[in-house]
C-alpha cells in the first residue's frame, strides 16, 4: 500500500496516487509528438467532442463553487477556435461526434475531481507546446489556442484550482474526487481509443 506523502494535503495525494498510473499510460498512448497535420487535426476534434459535453455536464453545479471562475475555465471556445482555424466550418464541428458520459455530478467533489484530470491536463499541456507548434507550424492563433488557453496564467489558475481542491476535506467527499477522476481518466482514454487517434 502506498503511503500519502505528509507534506501534500490528502486530497491531491489521494489523487496522484490513484491516478498516477492511468495518467502515464494514457499520455503515451497520445500523438502529442505527431507533425502529421490530419492526425492532429483529428485530435483537436476528439478533445472537442470529449470536453464540450463533459463541461455542459460540469457547468451548472461549478458555477457554484467559491474562487473557482468556471466561466474562464472552460475549454469548449478554445477547441472550437482550433477546429475553425483548421480549416473546418460552422457545420462540420457541428458534426463532430460527441462522447456520452455516464458519470454523476452530484457535488463539488465530484466536479473538483473531473477537474483534477482537466486542469492538470492543461498545466501539462504547456510543456508540450512549443514542440507542437514547431513541428505542425501552428500557434495559439492558428489551431493551437488550446495548449496556450491560459497563456502566462496558467500557474496562477492552476493554484486557484488547488486552493478549491483543498477545501474538499471530509473523507467521504474526497473519495468522491477520486472516483470521478478515475473515471474521467477512463471515459478519456476510451473515448480516444473510438476515435482513433491513441497510438
Known amino acids: 500500500m502506498t503511503v500519502p506523502p505528509k ?3 490528502l486530497i491531491l495525494s489521494e489523487l496522484r496516487i490513484a491516478t498516477t498510473q492511468q495518467h502515464q ?3 503515451k498512448r497520445i500523438p502529442f509528438f505527431t507533425a502529421d497535420q490530419e492526425l492532429y487535426t483529428r485530435l483537436i476534434e476528439a478533445y ?3 470536453y464540450r459535453p463533459l463541461e455542459n455536464l460540469l457547468c451548472q453545479t461549478a458555477m457554484t463553487i467559491s474562487g473557482l ?3 474562464i475555465r472552460s475549454k469548449t471556445p478554445s477547441l472550437e477556435a482550433d477546429l475553425y482555424a483548421l480549416g473546418l466550418d460552422a457545420d462540420e464541428i457541428a458534426r463532430i461526434p460527441q462522447c456520452a458520459f455516464s458519470l454523476e455530478i452530484n457535488c463539488a467533489a465530484d466536479v473538483l475531481g473531473v477537474l483534477y484530470v482537466l486542469e492538470g491536463a492543461t498545466l501539462g499541456g504547456q510543456s508540450l507546446r512549443n514542440g507542437l507548434y514547431s513541428r505542425l ?4 492563433h492558428r489551431g493551437g489556442r488550446f ?3 491560459y497563456g502566462t496564467s496558467t500557474l496562477v489558475m492552476w493554484r486557484g484550482f488547488l486552493a478549491c481542491l483543498y477545501e474538499v476535506r471530509d473523507p467521504a467527499e474526497r473519495a468522491q474526487s477520486v472516483v470521478a477522476a478515475e473515471a474521467t481518466f477512463k471515459a478519456f482514454e476510451h473515448w480516444l481509443e473510438r476515435r482513433r487517434v491513441l497510438q
Not at 137 to 140: A, C, P, T
Open 25 to 27: 499510460l494514457l499520455e
Open 147 to 149: 495548449f496556450a488557453v
Open 69 to 71: 471562475d468556471w466561466l
Open 7 to 9: 507534506s501534500l494535503p
Open 48 to 50: 472537442f467532442g470529449f
Open 137 to 140: 507550424g501552428i500557434d495559439e
